[in-house]
């Protein structure tokens, strides 16, 4: 109903909150026995004639009675007409003459609080920009992240301040100035704080972990929570994972919570000291190890050092799992011989670590399968592919993409491989994340020879 829109204003250039008061005159019913309250607010729903609308409570305090008594009145929708019985329906005409309930007329005040971010903004911006105005952000911890296209910028401190005022939980906004990555290896992007404190450090809770960080110096993405349970939903209690790209530990915090060995490595110093502070205070450091290396060398070193670590004998983790008071039993894990996983997850450029795969395990064929039950490690590559309403031919371009770099053809025919949709990251753009089984002939390939057949 556009008589409960704010007012509109497409000059504003400076939030003015007083603007958006508004006074809506409509009609009430006054129920003189405050127990028949929710007899006549049913019988006014099934008429149509109480006022249903989201964020107004249609029980209200009478205006004309004695505030001590409490009397309460329901409203009605603004063409019933308290001083027009042709509006009324057949149940409201029979309740007046019997004499429980009377009409009266109500001033319905609504103010700035009571708008939402996108009616106020509805009523700012200029029609013809109102279709595609930001109405999605990424919130981490109390910062909001937005990206503004061109056309907004003139509105940015408005949008920010309502923003601020519409989520509780932000008490800053910022918008990016450039893609993640364009100025460092880090995946960090540049940014201007539109609105509120700029102090970005800040606490964030996913799957009962907890997380410290400054937003401006690692790489977060609250959009990816349910990606980052997807898959460490995938790692099995006492598994071992090489997680090469890490940042702050949305995947190895939690697979470590469920007793999984995760080496966790990332390039961004700042990444490594709040991963470091994540494993402390989520208390996984018996299976939690973070690493501080290039991904292209720590692929093979992790392999290498995993391999030696565990050659002289079994390492074990045991783990008290109390049960009661009385009984304090443990279980002990070992240390696998070799990684059940490898995540690379850095959608832009991970494809281009799959060449440190290739002879990863050359000359130590006898660690796996049929020797052993051991197989050779899943590879979870996360990568960005075209967005096109035929998902196989995004599919089919990802697995090329992947042969490539192997040396080996993949395709959708083995066994193991599964791309998985994660997300739309542009109007043009997906983010996939490619699993499959690392192939025997790159694993135990001689590194020299760089492409084979199939």
Not at 43 to 64: A, F, G, H, M, V
Not at 80 to 107: F, K, Q
């Amino acid at each position: 109903m556009s008589l409960f829109r704010p007012p509109v204003n497409r000059t504003m250039q400076t939030l003015d909150r007083s603007y958006f008061a508004k006074s809506i005159p409509l009609s009430a019913v006054r129920v003189l026995d405050n127990s028949a309250i929710s007899k006549y607010r049913s019988q006014l729903e099934k008429s149509k004639e109480l006022l249903k609308l989201e964020r107004i409570t249609p029980i209200r305090c009478d205006p004309e009675a004695d505030p001590q008594k409490n009397q309460r009145c329901l409203l009605l929708r603004p063409e019933v007409r308290h001083d027009d019985s042709t509006t009324w329906s057949v149940t409201l005409r029979n309740a007046v003459m019997s004499r429980e309930i009377s009409l009266l007329p109500y001033m319905l005040e609504l103010d700035y609080k009571h708008w939402s971010y996108y009616d106020i903004m509805s009523s700012i911006l200029p029609e013809d920009e109102k279709e595609g105005f930001p109405t999605g952000f990424s919130i981490v911890g109390h910062v909001a992240h937005i990206n503004l296209r061109d056309q907004y910028l003139p509105y940015k401190s408005i949008i920010a301040e309502v923003l601020i005022d519409k989520n509780k939980a932000v008490k800053t906004v910022i918008n990016k100035i450039d893609d993640v990555g364009a100025k460092t290896a880090y995946r960090t992007f540049a940014y201007e704080v539109l609105a509120g404190s700029p102090d970005l450090n800040v606490l964030v809770k996913e799957e009962d972990c907890y997380f410290e960080f400054d937003f401006s110096k690692v790489y977060w993405n609250s959009r990816l929570h349910t990606e980052h349970r997807r898959l460490v939903s995938i790692f099995k209690e006492g598994e071992i994972v090489c997680d090469v790209m890490a940042g702050v530990g949305p995947f190895a915090i939690p697979a470590g919570k469920k007793r999984v060995f995760v080496w966790a490595n990332d390039l961004n110093p700042d990444s490594y000291k709040y991963l470091q502070e994540a494993i402390d205070r989520n208390k996984v450091s018996k299976f939690v190890t973070p690493f501080n290396a290039d991904g292209h060398e720590f692929i093979r070193d992790a392999a290498r050092k995993l391999f030696s670590l565990t050659s002289s004998g079994p390492i074990s983790v045991d783990i008290n799992t109390r049960v009661s008071k009385t009984k304090s039993p443990t279980k002990s894990y070992c240390l696998p011989r070799t990684f059940d996983h490898f995540v690379l997850n850095l959608p832009a450029s991970a494809i281009t670590f799959l060449p440190s795969f290739v002879g990863l395990y050359k000359k130590q064929e006898r660690l796996f399968h049929p020797f052993t039950v051991r197989k050779l490690p899943l590879i979870h590559l996360y990568i960005f592919g075209a967005k096109s309403e035929d998902v196989e031919l995004s599919k089919e371009a990802i697995y090329k993409d992947i042969s490539a770099m192997l040396g080996w053809e993949v395709t959708g025919d083995d066994a193991e491989m599964n791309i998985w949709d994660v997300r739309d990251v542009a109007p043009l753009k997906r983010m996939f994340c490619a699993s499959f089984r690392l192939p025997s002939q790159v694993a135990f390939r001689d590194s020299s020879v760089k492409e084979v057949g199939r």
